[in-house]
């Protein structure tokens, strides 16, 4: 999992846990249930068209609210592979390396659709689309290695077997 590629979906400043999943659909536990309702407030359009695979590009802030753990369930099972922010909300960071989902610390300019590539072990991200390249601080080994397994839980019980 070290390098993920795909297509950019852009978000502004201060997107927050009730704008990624709000509160009236929190009565399930079913994370497919949440995801077909992942920032629908925010973007109509994005449910419906997200695809396996897509990054989420955002400005300050992003998962900035409540510690909500369905916010960050919610977009990894709506298909997106990581999410790319000027800053994220401490819990927010947390709970999405917590599933495995990556949350990279970065400014770079896309537009809906760029196609992006993050090398996570390198800390590069590069615009295809544009031709742009950032840095950003690599992930350390064992944060990879809890991405690899598929979050925390999946890690820890791997290690102890």
Known sequence: MDIIK???WTFGENIDTDVIIPGRYLRTFNPQDLA???LEGERPDFTKNVKKGDIIVADENFGCGSSREQAPVAIKTAGV???VAKSFARIFYRNAINIGLPVIVCDIQTKDGDIINIDLSKGILTNETTG?????EPFKEFMLDILEDNGLVNHYLKEKQ
């Open 36 to 38: 077909d309702h992942v």
């Open 81 to 83: 592979d990581a999410i």
């Open 132 to 136: 742009e390249s950032v840095t950003f």
């Open 6 to 8: 795909g297509k950019t």
